[in-house]
């Protein structure tokens, strides 16, 4: 290899040193002779194929960075324009409310028509006819009073609506000629009480019991007293059943209590003897009566109320009663005897 070296420099520098073409010393032209060595391919050596990749300037780009202008957009967020709606909300359509007009089964009247509640509403079910009209939700006789008169019932007043009696006012102290009677100023006494109850015809059925309705208007006025008084004779006439003889026989205590206002001092036989001086009934006979002690008013009373159921005014059947063995003996006996 170094002999080639050697052999070939001087060639390499003839061909420098010949600056035109000719005879001696010019350039070799290839074209005009191509045998000759300097113009020959080299054949000496092959030419080996450049496989290696380094310094290539062509690099492939496998990874996926900032750089790179394209980028898949996989996520949604505000900048999209368009989302998919995936919530459902309920309609705003609410339903209508009604008010209902009436409830349960309840009943009316409207003018003439009955009416009763179905489904919340009044609905009409029934017309009266010209002789009924229409009261408490039903078809009644039209008339069977005057409309508002009045009327005592007991110890309330009634009053005539639509032709029917109704309950008006509750009176305290009774009723009289369809108004309440005023509260009394004192009240009454016993002997009063009886006598307005004797008045009123409380006792016209007698046996028959008189009904509380009819006594308690009288009851009503009177004092406490007069009350409670009146009340033990009415209970001593129930005990009695209502028989006369045994009204006479047994009540008279409580009769007498009733009677009379007050009391004195007199016996019973000076009761008697009182009554035989006057020469008037009434003030003068009730006088003696209040003179007389509370046993001594009461056994002259049975006496002489024995003696009237039986005799009355005859002297031969006064004398038979009073006889041991007669009815009134014993009343007799109680208020005499020794």
Do not use: H, K
């Amino acid at each position: 290899m170094r002999r080639l070296l050697v052999l070939a420099l001087p060639l390499l520098v003839i061909g420098c040193d010949s600056p035109g073409g000719g005879g001696g010393g010019g350039v070799v032209d290839c074209s005009v002779t191509p045998n000759l060595p300097v113009c020959r391919p080299d054949t000496g050596s092959t030419d080996v194929t450049d496989t290696s990749t380094s310094g290539d300037t062509t690099d492939p780009d496998t990874n996926v960075g900032p750089g790179d202008t394209t980028q898949l957009d996989t996520n949604i967020g505000p900048d999209d324009t368009t989302q998919p709606d995936t919530q459902v909300q309920p309609d705003t359509v609410q339903p209508d409310t009604i008010t209902p007009e009436c409830s349960g089964s309840a009943f009316r009247c409207n003018g003439d028509e009955v009416q009763a509640c179905s489904g919340g509403f009044w609905v009409t079910t029934q017309v009266c006819t010209d002789t009924n009209t229409c009261r408490d939700g039903t078809c009644i006789p039209s008339s069977t009073c005057t409309n508002g008169s009045r009327r005592c019932s007991g110890s309330n007043i009634e009053q005539c609506t639509l032709g029917q009696w109704a309950f008006a006012q509750a009176c305290s102290n009774g009723c009289t000629n369809e108004a309440c009677n005023p509260p009394p100023t004192s009240g009454l006494v016993c002997d009063d009480v009886f006598t307005c109850i004797v008045d009123a015809g409380c006792f016209d059925a007698w046996p028959t019991p008189p009904t509380s309705t009819c006594t308690s208007p009288c009851l009503n006025q009177g004092t406490t007293t007069g009350r409670n008084e009146m009340n033990a004779v009415l209970s001593c006439y129930a005990t009695c059943n209502y028989d006369d003889a045994c009204v006479v026989d047994t009540c008279y205590q409580q009769r007498a209590n009733c009677f009379f206002d007050t009391t004195g001092s007199l016996s019973c036989p000076q009761i008697d003897q009182c009554i035989g001086d006057c020469t008037s009934g009434g003030p003068c006979v009730i006088g003696c009566y209040e003179s007389g002690t509370n046993p001594a008013q009461g056994a002259y009373l049975r006496v002489t109320e024995c003696i009237d159921a039986y005799c009355q005014q005859d002297e031969a059947c006064i004398s038979e009663v009073i006889t041991p063995g007669g009815p009134c003996a014993q009343a007799f006996e109680t208020c005499f005897g020794p």
